[in-house]
């Protein structure tokens, strides 16, 4: 759901962009189409923290899935101080006060701070979770199988792709509204735009639930391959 969500606020905000093309004078849809741009990765950024305990779970590793459901809570709590930086930034930002709006982009630049340190914290604790289901899953059984590897590589690389858009964001607002990038459009579509729509289709590719319908399958057949019962929730 947040992912959809993500999807759902960030069409809008491009589709206000639109709305701009011939006459960009009107403030409303320019502050209605940033806020929206903003507000849209921390939910892209909520269903991909969520992610490592769904793989465990699947996987059926019990000590992990704990351990991951906290780490998720954590990540997601922080998630949602970015959300909520970037949308008072993005308000604050298209004030006509001039120190105001200032202060809103110092406050989006701080969020965008946050996320990608967030995202190379979770990068690292992936990594750590890997290396503990490796401990757990067999390569040569069924589960083994399943390649839930594929899956943790993508989460490395929406990350990767999360960092470089946060840095690029950062750069943004640092050169202010006279700035190369926020003066051409290009930017935002290449850095943005098209960062979002790679982040969404491999999270879609590569969607922990594909581990859960396979698992699904295993329990199915009944083969004598499985002594115990995945836990699936």
Known sequence: ????????????????????????????PFIIQNLLVLAAPPFLAASI??????????????????????????????????????????????????????????T????????????????????????????V?????RLGQLHWRQIINALYAISLLFILCSIAGIIEYHQGSDGEMLSKEVYLYILDGTVMLVISILFLVFHPSSLKVKAQKLLAKGDGYMDEEIQLR
């Open 137 to 141: 899953v067999c390569d040569g059984s």
């Open 108 to 135: 989006i630049v701080e969020g965008l701070i946050v996320q990608a340190t967030s995202f190379s914290i979770f990068a690292i604790w992936a990594g750590s979770s890997q290396w503990r289901l490796r401990s």
């Open 1 to 28: 759901m947040p992912l959809i969500i993500g999807c759902g606020i960030e069409a809008a905000g491009y589709y206000f962009r639109s709305q701009l093309q011939d006459d960009v004078r009107p403030t409303l």
């Open 49 to 106: 923290f969520m992610s490592p305990r769904r793989i465990a779970r699947a996987l059926d590793s019990g000590d992990l899935v704990a351990t991951c459901k906290l780490a998720s809570k954590v990540f997601v709590v922080v998630d949602v101080t970015c959300f909520v930086t970037r949308v008072v930034g993005a308000i604050m930002s298209g004030s006509e006060n001039p120190d105001e709006a200032q202060s809103g982009k110092t």
